[in-house]
Structures are given as C-alpha cells and as structure tokens.
C-alpha cells in the first residue's frame, strides 16, 4: 500500500526539550510513588536482563547460528585491516548478540513495564481468541487491551490488515470475557515517533473501517491515528500509539521518565561520563547526549550527573529533533 494513501494522517516532528527532561526528572524525584516505582523497575529489568546475559554466549556461540552473509564480513575485514579471525570474531559475536537482544528485549520490557502500571500480561497461544493481545485493564466499564511492537517499522500489510481482522472478529469474546460493552484497543510501540512509522499501524485502522458494515464507524480513520465503531451494542475504539503516546497511556506524563531512568540505573554504571571534547563517528550524536546546557546546582537522587547523558541518550529514540530547552 503506498505510503500516500486517501486519509493518511501527517506526522508532525515530535521534538524533546532537555529542559522539560531535567524536569520530568525533578517531578520523579520527588515524587515518593514515582521513585519507588522506578526503584521496583530498576530490580525486575536488571534480574531480567541478567537471565538474558547470562543464556547470550551460550546459545550463541556456534557458529551455525551466525547467518551473517561471507561476502559481508570480508569486506568488514578489509574495511578494518584485519589478519586474524580472532578479530573478526571479536566483531560478529556481539553483533549476533545484538540480534538475539533484539528478539527478547521488547517481550521484557512489557514484562516488566505493564504489572507496574496497573495492567495484566496476556500470555497467549497462536491462533487463540487472545493471540492478538499483549496486555489489558479493566477500567470502570471498559475493558483496555494492547498488543505492542519493539519498534516503529515491524508491520507490513499482510500483518496490517491480520491485525484488523483480529480485531473485528474477537471484540465480542474480548467483551464478553470482561463483562463489558466497551473496548479501548491500542496498537502500541515501544519507541520511536509517529513520523519515522513506515505507517502499516496506521492501516490498521484503514481495514478496519473499511471491512466494518457501512453505518457502523462512528470515528474513521482518516488525517487520525484513530478510529471507532459500534456494533451489536457494543462499543470499540482502536489506537495506534507510538513511542511516548504508549507511555502516556500506559502510565501517565511521567511514565517515559521512569522507565528511561530504571532502564538506566539498571544497565549503566555512574562513573565519569565523556569528556565535552569527545569525537563520537556518530556526527550528531555528541549534540544529542551534550551536558553542557545541565545547570549547575541540577541534582537528583534518582540518578547521577554522570548518567544524564544516558537519557537524552534514550530520549532521542523517542523524538525526531531533541533541542536544549
């Protein structure tokens, strides 16, 4: 499906201030629920992460498991000047690594992420009334559901339009299941913006309304990133949120900021950051981590100074531009 299709919304640049970062930080910090949510996700990422860590080299180290193409690596050894296998093996393992990570780090994430927030973790079967689901809430008298995504480019359009089916011919059981008549679903992404999706999310919602009976939407999809219908009394939204939009929904304004900051004081040592003069290959990314606009009295408990790199770090994965203030 092209990319220009009738009713596409258009995705504005979602821009970060490190100002309003620094903030967030603040809020959390004090905050005594914020904290201590951010100390009980600091534990559960790292006792995950280190079962992960622990099985990499194990399960990785054989070398039917690198499908790394030949061609590939040797123009990888010729570009770095290498002699040895050792040093080139010094290079792919961590690279298969980085794979495996990839597979496993967004199922962690929810893991960890949804029971702290409120909501329950669907373990599911293929092909079951629930194989759609990642996770769900009961709130009030409506029932809010959400399958997610590691990232921002993981559909295509047979999956697009699966995604919609499951949709239109499970909210009933889902309804039914909870004892309710209205149904809140969420298409959501772990990271990214609205404007780098390759916008297969947002065809979801084009299936839907376009299978839905004529008369049934009463919201369509088109310049939205939403759509709703109601049918045999009951009532369904569905959104696609990305990045911070799942957040916020998750867990509210500040729920981003806690997540950034257990993720990093789980996985990052404090200790002396790079130097303001540091030449990263990266050419923007010494721009994006920079400290330097950092008040001087800026402290919180939360983390340290030499982290906060880490978070406009991990911020910019969920921004298109991250300014100073």
């Known amino acids: 499906m092209a990319r220009?299709?009738?009713?596409?919304?258009?995705?504005?640049?979602?821009?970060?201030?490190?100002?309003?970062?620094?903030?967030?930080?603040?809020?959390?910090?004090?905050?005594?629920?914020s904290t201590a949510r951010v100390l009980a996700l600091e534990n559960e990422f790292r006792r995950r992460m280190q079962m992960h860590v622990?099985?990499?080299?194990?399960?990785?180290?054989?070398?039917?498991?690198?499908?790394?193409?030949?061609?590939?690596?040797?123009?990888?050894?010729?570009?770095?000047?290498?002699?040895?296998?050792?040093?080139?093996e010094s290079d792919i393992l961590p690279a298969k690594q980085f794979s495996s990570m990839e597979t496993s780090a967004g199922r962690m994430v929810e893991a960890v992420a949804l029971p702290a927030y409120g909501w329950e973790v669907?373990?599911?079967?293929?092909?079951?009334?629930?194989?759609?689901?990642?996770g769900k809430q009961l709130d009030g008298d409506t029932l809010r559901l959400a399958t997610l995504k590691s990232g921002p480019r993981c559909l295509n359009d047979e999956m697009s339009e699966?995604?919609?089916?499951?949709?239109?011919?499970?909210?009933?059981?889902?309804?039914?299941?909870?004892?309710?008549?209205?149904?809140?679903?969420?298409?959501?992404?772990?990271?990214?913006?609205?404007?780098?999706?390759?916008?297969k999310d947002w065809h979801i919602l084009r299936n839907v309304s376009e299978k839905m009976p004529a008369g049934s939407m009463t919201v369509t999809p088109d310049g939205r990133w939403d759509c709703a219908f109601t049918r045999d009394?009951?009532?369904?939204?569905?959104?696609?949120?990305?990045?911070?939009d799942w957040w916020v929904h998750l867990g509210g304004s500040l729920c981003l900021t806690e997540i950034c900051a257990a993720m990093i004081r789980a996985c990052v040592r404090p200790g002396d950051a790079d130097p303001t003069t540091q030449t990263y290959a990266i050419s923007d990314l010494a721009q994006i981590v920079s400290t330097t606009g950092v008040p001087a009295d800026f402290n919180v408990a939360v983390l340290q100074r030499s982290q906060l790199a880490w978070m406009f770090f991990l911020a910019r994965h969920f921004c298109d531009t991250l300014e100073e203030s």
């Open 54 to 88: 622990d099985s990499l080299l194990a399960e990785d180290a054989k070398f039917e498991k690198f499908n790394t193409s030949p061609f590939v690596l040797m123009i990888h050894c010729m570009k770095k000047g290498y002699s040895r296998i050792s040093q080139m």
């Open 4 to 33: 220009g299709h009738t009713g596409l919304p258009r995705a504005e640049r979602r821009v970060f201030k490190k100002s309003e970062l620094l903030a967030a930080l603040r809020a959390v910090d004090a905050d005594a629920a």
């Open 122 to 134: 669907v373990l599911s079967e293929m092909h079951s009334a629930n194989s759609a689901l990642d």
């Open 233 to 244: 009394g009951f009532e369904v939204k569905v959104t696609v949120r990305i990045g911070l």
């Open 162 to 199: 699966n995604f919609a089916d499951s949709i239109i011919t499970r909210y009933r059981a889902w309804a039914a299941e909870a004892g309710v008549r209205e149904i809140d679903f969420t298409y959501g992404v772990l990271y990214g913006t609205p404007k780098i999706s390759n916008k």
